[in-house]
C-alpha cells in the first residue's frame, strides 16, 4: 500500500481532528528521541481515537474468550506428524503431488465485472494479463505418518478463517470421493502480490462495509462471490495433488545469492543486486532462492520445483487495469517452458523488496525488449518480466548444485494468541471484516486477541522451515534485531533469534504469510504508530522531524507485541523439537 492508501490516511487525520482526541503519553527513555515520539503519540492518538469511534458505533460481533476457545476442540487445524524421526523409515521414498487452479472468476474473464486488488486499495482490474491461481503440493516422506500439503496463493494474503475454509472444503471434496485422506497438515502462502483480485479484503470495498456495519453489523469487506471461488477452486487444487502423488526423489539447492546495491555495504560479496532491505540495513535476510526439485520415478511425468525467498512482489505499477500475479507468474512461465511444474512460497518479506532498478543481464533485457516490440503492451510488465526471467535463470543454472534429501518430512504446527492493539488492522478483526479468528481476551489492553498459528519442519536432515502468519522482519529470526540505541522505543529486543536454536549446521528458511495475515510483524522495541512514515524521513531532513527509521509498516499491524508473541512460539518449537 503506497500513494493511494497515505492520501486515504491523510483525509482521515484531517477528519479525526475535527471530533476525536485520544493522545496519551509514552513513557520516554531518557534523551531518546522524546519529543519526536511525543509529537508521534499525540497525532497517533489523534487517529486511533477515529478509529475506535467507528468501533464504538457499530454492533461488535460477540467472540468467544481466549479461554474458551482453548477449552473447546479446534475446528479444521492440523498439529502435524504424531511424532518426529530422525531418519529415513527402512526403503522409504518421498511421493509428492501437483496442483494447480486458477482463481479468476468468469466475470473478470469476459469484462462483466471489475474487482479490486490487494494492496494499492483504489486499484481496480477489468481484464487478465496472466493469471491468478492457487498451486498446491502434496508431500510425503513414505514413514505412514501422512501426507503434509502446501500450497500457495496469488494474493495480498489469506485470512486464517479462510484458510480454515479451504481446509474444511478439501475434506468435503475427498469424502465424496470416497477418500478417507492422511493429511497431517494443510500450510497456506500467499505470494503477497499486489495486482491480483484482493484475497483479504483491504480495498475499497472495505469503506461502504464499514458504513453499513453501523446499522447492520459487519460483513467481511473481501468480495463474497470471490472468496467463494477462492475457497473452492484453491481447495481444487490441493485435492488434485493430493491425487496426483507418485513416487520419486527430492533435491534441494541454492540460487547464488542476491543483495543490496553498495552504496548501502550489504552483501558486497553479491554477484546480483537484487534484493533490498528497505527498512533495515543489516545482512540478516534470506539472499537466495531456496529450491526444491522432485524429480518423478516414471520418467514421462514433469518434474516439480517449488522455491522459497522473501521479496515483496510489487514491481507493477497501480495505475494497471489487467491483472497480473507480478515476477512469480513470469518465474512460472520460464521453468514451464524449461518442462517442470513450479511453485512460488513467500518467504520472511517485511521489508525485503525486489531492487526493480538494477541492471540486468543483456540477454534478459533483449528477451523483454524483442516481447515489448511484438507487443507494446508489454512495456507495462517489463521490469516484472525482467525480474521473473532472471529469478527463473537462476534457479535453472544453479539446479547443478542440486543435493538429495533423504525422505523425513516432521512438521509441529500450533496455535498462539496475539493481541490486538489499536490500528487500522486490529479495528477490521475486532468488528470482523478481514476473517481472523478472534477472541475476548481480558489481559490485551483493547480486549480481544486473535489466535493464529506457527510451525516448525524438518524437510531432510538438514532442512527446517518455520511458518509465520504475517510478514515477518527476517532479522526476528536470523538475528541482528535492531539495538536499543537505535529502536523506536530506545529498549533492546531480548529474545534470541530463532535460528541460533537450530542445531549448527541446518539451513533455516521462513515460508510467511502463512496460514493467516495478521500484517507486519516487526521487533517490539521498533513499534511505532505509523503516522511516524509521514513526519520523518529514514534517509535524508525533507520531512517534519528529520531522519529516522521508517515505520510504514505498521500501517497494517495487529499491535506491538505481534514480533515478541511469534518468536516465542518459535524458539519454543526450536527448542522443544531439539532439546
Not at 386 to 403: D, N, S, V, W
Not at 447 to 475: F, N, R
Not at 515 to 523: C, L, M, Q, R
Amino acid at each position: 500500500m503506497k500513494k493511494s492508501f497515505k492520501s486515504f490516511i491523510a483525509t482521515l487525520l484531517v477528519f479525526t481532528m475535527l471530533f476525536s482526541f485520544n493522545a496519551s503519553a509514552a513513557t520516554v527513555s531518557a534523551g531518546h528521541n522524546a519529543a519526536i515520539r511525543a509529537v508521534t503519540t499525540v497525532l497517533g492518538g489523534i487517529i486511533d481515537g477515529a478509529i475506535s469511534l467507528l468501533g464504538a458505533l457499530a454492533p461488535t460481533p460477540d467472540y468467544p474468550t481466549v479461554e474458551e476457545y482453548f477449552a473447546g476442540t479446534s475446528e479444521n487445524f492440523y498439529e502435524g506428524t504424531a511424532s518426529f524421526i530422525d531418519t529415513a523409515a527402512q526403503g522409504a521414498k518421498w511421493s509428492l503431488g501437483f496442483g494447480k487452479e486458477s482463481l479468476v472468476p468468469e466475470n473478470l474473464l469476459n469484462g462483466t465485472k471489475k474487482y479490486y486488488t490487494g494492496g494499492y486499495f483504489t486499484q481496480k482490474v477489468s481484464g487478465v494479463y496472466d493469471d491468478q491461481k492457487a498451486v498446491a503440493i502434496a508431500l510425503e516422506d513414505g514413514s505412514g505418518r501422512g501426507t503434509t500439503i502446501f500450497a500457495s496463493v496469488d494474493g495480498i494474503g489469506v485470512a486464517n478463517k479462510d484458510v480454515r475454509a479451504i481446509r474444511a472444503a478439501v475434506e468435503k471434496k475427498l469424502l465424496e470421493n470416497g477418500i478417507f485422506a492422511n493429511i497431517n497438515a494443510i500450510n497456506i502462502n500467499a505470494t503477497h502480490c499486489h495486482t491480483v483480485i484482493d484475497t483479504q479484503g483491504i480495498g475499497l470495498d472495505l469503506l461502504p462495509k464499514i458504513l453499513k456495519s453501523f446499522f447492520t453489523g459487519a460483513d467481511r469487506s473481501i468480495d463474497s462471490e470471490f472468496l467463494g471461488v477462492m475457497i473452492d477452486r484453491t481447495a481444487d487444487a490441493i485435492v488434485e495433488a493430493y491425487l496426483n502423488m507418485e513416487k520419486g526423489k527430492l533435491y534441494y539447492f541454492e540460487s547464488a545469492t542476491m543483495g543490496k546495491d553498495e552504496g548501502a555495504g550489504i552483501f558486497l560479496d553479491d554477484e546480483y543486486p537484487y534484493l533490498t532491505n528497505k527498512r533495515y540495513y543489516t545482512e540478516a535476510f534470506q539472499n537466495f532462492m531456496a529450491c526444491f526439485k522432485f524429480v518423478p520415478d516414471n520418467a514421462n511425468s514433469d518434474a516439480t520445483v517449488f522455491t522459497n525467498f522473501g521479496a515483496h512482489p510489487t514491481v507493477i505499477d497501480e495505475s494497471t487495469k489487467l491483472l497480473s500475479a507480478d515476477f512469480p507468474a513470469f518465474m512460472e512461465s520460464e521453468i514451464n517452458a524449461a518442462g517442470m511444474n513450479f511453485m512460488f512460497i513467500q518467504g520472511a518479506q517485511a521489508p525485503v523488496s525486489v531492487n526493480k532498478w538494477t541492471e540486468m543481464p543483456e540477454e534478459i533485457v533483449a528477451k523483454v525488449d524483442a516481447e515489448i516490440a511484438a507487443d507494446p503492451t508489454v512495456e507495462d510488465y517489463k521490469i516484472s518480466k525482467q525480474l521473473g526471467y532472471e529469478f527463473a535463470r537462476l534457479i535453472l543454472e544453479a539446479e547443478g548444485k542440486a543435493k538429495e534429501v533423504e525422505p523425513i518430512l516432521n512438521v509441529k504446527m500450533t496455535e498462539y494468541v496475539v493481541q490486538l492493539g489499536k490500528g487500522l488492522l486490529p479495528y477490521g478483526a475486532t468488528e470482523g471484516f478481514i476473517g481472523t479468528t478472534t477472541v475476548e481476551d481480558a489481559s490485551s489492553k483493547t480486549g480481544y486477541s486473535i489466535i493464529t498459528e506457527a510451525g516448525y519442519i524438518e524437510i531432510g536432515k538438514d532442512i527446517v522451515l518455520l511458518t509465520a502468519p504475517g510478514e515477518l522482519v527476517p532479522q526476528l529470526v536470523y538475528g541482528k534485531v535492531i539495538s536499543a540505541e537505535d529502536s523506536y522505543l530506545g529498549t533492546e529486543w531480548t529474545l534470541d533469534a530463532t535460528a541460533s536454536l537450530v542445531p549448527e549446521g541446518k539451513t533455516v528458511l521462513v515460508m510467511g504469510l502463512c496460514n493467516d495475515a495478521i500484517g507486519y510483524i516487526v521487533p517490539d522495541n521498533d513499534y511505532a504508530h505509523f503516522i511516524a512514515d509521514s513526519i520523518w524521513d529514514m534517509d535524508g531532513a525533507d520531512k517534519l522531524f528529520g531522519p529516522y527509521h521508517r515505520h510504514y509498516e505498521e500501517m497494517l499491524a495487529t499491535s506491538g507485541t505481534a514480533g515478541s508473541a511469534t518468536i516465542t512460539v518459535l524458539n519454543a518449537l526450536a527448542k522443544d523439537i531439539n532439546k
